[in-house]
């Protein structure tokens, strides 16, 4: 299948300061890009669509400010956490549409955990 | 909008032996099912997928089958392996707005040797 690289796997953070998140689609092009977070031992939940050269359609109750996302390619968005703070820490996942996929198959990157202190 | 409940949370089975997982999804105009294999501290992994026009899918030890009218689907593992022991996740994709999966709570599924 195609693959989704998400970059760092895990960081650890200072309350206040940002982090950025990387998600690149290694093997295809993906003018959609969708970011998760996903609690421990709970199902993802979807934060936000990053549709490229446009701005992102964030899900209710998930605050823009505080989730920068940028898509300013076919192959690369990014997710930033404004200062952070513990309850912020979690795991986010990045997916990507791969559109040469007759059934449109959604593909995964590896995971970012983050956590605040 | 669209809600997908999946069962069991936990299921535990010996080696050799089948597992299945089921899963209800609501919204009737969904048609994209997948089902997603998450090893700990890791993305998850598409493991198979089935559309609304098909009613069985099958790959190797994995199959999916698909109830329209009933809006349930099911995954089925055979023969199983310790490797197989990880949390699977079904998803509905509503054809409304993006195209955003909805995914159900996920199982624990633990092989015993």
């Known amino acids: 299948g195609a693959v989704v690289s998400q970059h760092p796997s895990r960081v650890i953070c200072k309350s206040g300061t940002s982090v950025k998140i990387e998600c690149r689609s290694l093997d295809f092009q993906a003018t959609t890009m969708f970011w998760y977070r996903q609690f421990p031992k709970q199902s993802l939940m979807l934060m936000a669509t990053?549709?490229?050269?446009?701005?992102?359609?964030?899900e209710q109750g998930v605050e823009k400010d505080k989730f920068l996302i940028n898509h300013a390619s076919l192959t690369l968005s990014t997710l930033t956490v404004t200062s952070a703070h513990p309850e912020d820490s979690s795991f986010y996942i990045c997916?990507?549409?791969?559109?040469?996929?007759?059934?449109?198959?959604?593909?995964f990157g590896s995971g970012t955990q983050l956590s605040v202190l | 909008g669209e809600n997908v409940e999946q069962h069991p949370s936990t299921l535990s089975v010996q080696e050799g032996d089948s597992a299945v997982i089921k899963c209800t999804y609501s919204?009737?105009?969904?048609?994209?099912f997948p089902w997603y294999k998450q090893e700990l501290g890791k993305g998850p992994q598409l493991i198979i997928d089935?559309?609304?026009?098909?009613g069985e899918k099958k790959d190797q030890r994995i199959a999916v089958t698909l109830n329209k009218t009933a809006k349930h689907f099911s995954l089925h593992i055979t023969e199983t392996q310790p490797e197989d022991s990880a949390v699977y996740f079904c998803a509905a994709e509503s054809i409304q707005g993006a195209q955003k999966l909805v995914f159900g709570q996920g199982t624990r599924l633990t092989i015993n040797p």
């Open positions: 997916s990507a549409r791969d559109l040469s996929w007759t059934n449109e198959k959604l593909f």
């Open positions: 919204d009737s105009a969904s048609n994209y």
């Open positions: 089935i559309r609304s026009n098909v």
């Open positions: 990053s549709n490229e050269g446009s701005k992102a359609t964030y």
